[in-house]
């Protein structure tokens, strides 16, 4: 198999199925060394069909090592989302102390259940590996977790959660969140349920994750349960939406702060476009993000990563070969904002394992344009560019323009009439096979400061931001008829102070 992977809008550093169709995250868990990604796959077509888990290995959530498909469709059902842990103590039987076996746990989808009326068609199947992930045994009474007749019943996170020495499988249903626990992975019984009359509801809970999170300054802890849903998202069609409060191995109790900034309204803080709900990426091209069990320790990181892509057209974005890419791997934080606490999200400091060039830009005071890529002879369209900005007089709405010879661009900036970041794809190519992917996207911003602390990580096809220091994130995905290798910084009517600024080149992960 000798791949290219320099089709026209194939990512150069983001995670790409080589070909075929590919959408959430799943099963992903570290362990020996290496960060398994395994990923929805429909390995025949390019759009969404009987799932599979394709599977990759990376040691730094950067450059991957594409493997052959781990889990296959069998007579329970076709594979949907789910997680994966490595069962250290041997509960479920299926290892050794010696060498714990990798569990994955996941939804069995059975579309002849489905098509024949029943309502009890997804199940939680479980397979365990031996060999790092290499070869996959399905369990032989699966499915673990049977339905109890809810039609969407699917997703499990499944978490060891120490102080009770059980597994807790965190489960979407429908609209709300079921918690089980198991001292063994096989059996499961129903804890408690979560969430029906809270947060967004726009649309079907998908997705979800629990775990707990210290702030970096006061060493406070927090439970945070990610639920992802479609559609029903601030911008339109899928999204991550988070909770934050506390887990006691029964029950999750929401933070009363937390919870109340969800029901004041309106507030900047959490209120795009009129949708109720907190997001840990406002953008329209994250979803179904979830984090990595197995991290150690020592390492101390949550790590997480979504699908960059969003239901309302993920079947029908103008790639050939194949269909989508993940978001770049991201370094979850508790921060304190003025509108609470919040999860904030960086880039992984391993994506500097893929720096080039870092050309530096001079402090400045901007009236109208600054063309960086021609003030730093930069030509590419992989980058991480890094801003630091600060009005002058009155706060006038400003943007970072990615653009080519014909005129098509992306602005990714501050509109000072709302206070929102946004990102604007009106113009940025082709979106003929939807009419639901023009648009600008919003986000509230999350910070008093003067400065604007932007961070963009650009890579041929898609935008993620980063402002505030993670504390508002936007992804975006995009299709140029030439790729945008111009970068401008554009003001309008006014000034802007440049405080300081750098662009880094990124190297293709397929170069080497
Ligand atoms: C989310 C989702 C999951 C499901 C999977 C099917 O994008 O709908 O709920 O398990 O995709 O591919």
Known sequence: QTETFNEQHRLQFHFTPPSGWMNDPNGMVYHNGEYHLFYQHNPDSTVWGPMHWGHAVSKDMISWEHLPIALYPDSLGTIFSGSAVVDMNNTSGLGTKENPAMVAIYTYHDAEGERAGRDDFQTQGIAFSLDNGRSWTKYKNNPVLKNPGTRDFRDPKVMWYEEGQKWIMTLAVKDHISFYSSPN??????????????????????????????????????????????????????????????????????????????????????????QEGIWLDYGRDEYAGVSWSGVPEEDGRRLFMGWMSNWDYANVVPTEKWRSAMAIARKLELVNTPAGMRVASMPVKELQ????????????????????????????????????????????????????????????GLDASRGQYYIDRTKSGDHSFSDKFSGIQYAPRLSNDKAFDLRLVVDVASVELFADSGKTVMTAIFFPDEEFTKVKLVTENGQLKLVSGQMTDLKSIYSS
């Open 353 to 412: 394992n893929i720096y080039g060039t870092t050309k530096k830009l001079e402090a400045q005071t901007i009236s109208n344009v600054l063309d960086i890529s021609d003030k730093l002879s930069i030509n590419t369209s992989t980058y991480d560019l890094q801003l630091r900005l600060e009005p002058v007089g009155t706060q006038n709405s400003f943007a970072v323009e990615l653009s080519n010879a014909k005129n098509q661009k992306v602005l990714v």
């Open 185 to 274: 992975l096989l059996n499961w019984k129903l804890e408690s349920d979560f969430g029906a009359n809270v947060g967004a509801h726009g649309g079907v809970w998908e997705c979800p994750d629990l775990f707990k999170l210290k702030t970096q300054d006061t060493d406070e802890e927090k439970w945070v349960l990610i639920v992802n849903i479609n559609p029903g998202a601030p911008n339109g069609g899928s999204g991550t939406q988070y909770f934050l409060g506390s887990f006691d191995g029964n029950n999750f109790v929401i933070d009363p702060q937390f919870e109340a900034s969800l029901n004041a309204k309106p507030v900047i803080a959490t209120t795009v476009n009129g």
